[in-house]
């Protein structure tokens, strides 16, 4: 009983402090370009620290929606279609495209990125916009860096 209850302390703590990644959907069903999709979201974030400084490329919308942020060694990471908090920063869906949209002065600016895993999707294959469940980073908080 004692090794059980130290178990759940365990898996609490690596939750709470970031320091675990439990994905626990079965992609095995999926198309094959979803399922390439789901891992390449996944590894690239791996390979980024938490929270980060990246600067907003503007959101677009062709094929699919875009809302991407490059980090400073360069990697481009994409929010699009997650449950972003915002916070009260004036993002809209047209950004990198329409010079009077209300995020347009966000372009191209730098922001403290803090991140974490949520249950989402990914719009998938070729312009089809199938819908497949993911366990996918969204941005947990987001400031402004004024002076960096």
Same mark, same amino acid.
């Given at each position: 009983?004692?090794?059980?209850?130290?178990?759940?302390?365990?898996?609490?703590?690596?939750?709470?402090?970031?320091?675990?990644?439990?994905? &626990?959907?079965?992609?095995?069903?999926?198309?094959?370009?979803? @399922?390439? =999709?789901?891992? +390449?979201?996944? $590894?690239?974030?791996? *390979?980024?620290?938490?929270?980060?400084?990246?600067?907003?490329?503007? &959101?677009?919308?062709?094929?699919?929606?875009?809302?991407?942020? @490059?980090? =400073?060694?360069? +990697?481009?990471? $994409?929010?699009?279609? *997650?449950?972003?908090?915002?916070?009260?920063?004036?993002?809209?869906?047209?950004?990198?495209?329409?010079?009077?949209?209300?995020?347009?002065?966000?372009?191209?600016?730098?922001?403290?990125?803090?991140?974490?895993?949520?249950?989402?999707?990914?719009?998938?294959?070729?312009?089809?916009?199938?819908?497949?469940?993911?366990?996918?980073?969204?941005?947990?908080?987001?400031?402004?860096?004024?002076?960096?």
């Amino acid at each position: 009983m004692r090794s059980f209850f130290t178990s759940i302390l365990a898996l609490a703590c690596l939750t709470a402090f970031g320091q675990g990644f439990i994905d &626990s959907l079965d992609y095995s069903s999926y198309d094959p370009v979803a @399922q390439a =999709e789901i891992a +390449m979201i996944q $590894d690239k974030f791996t *390979q980024v620290s938490n929270p980060f400084v990246a600067v907003y490329l503007g &959101s677009e919308f062709h094929d699919y929606f875009y809302f991407p942020f @490059q980090s =400073e060694d360069g +990697m481009v990471f $994409d929010f699009a279609n *997650q449950n972003n908090n915002l916070g009260d920063l004036p993002f809209s869906e047209a950004d990198g495209q329409w010079e009077g949209s209300p995020g347009r002065h966000l372009v191209g600016r730098k922001f403290l990125l803090e991140w974490e895993y949520q249950r989402s999707h990914i719009l998938c294959c070729e312009g089809q916009n199938n819908m497949y469940p993911a366990m996918l980073p969204r941005i947990k908080s987001i400031k402004l860096l004024e002076n960096l």
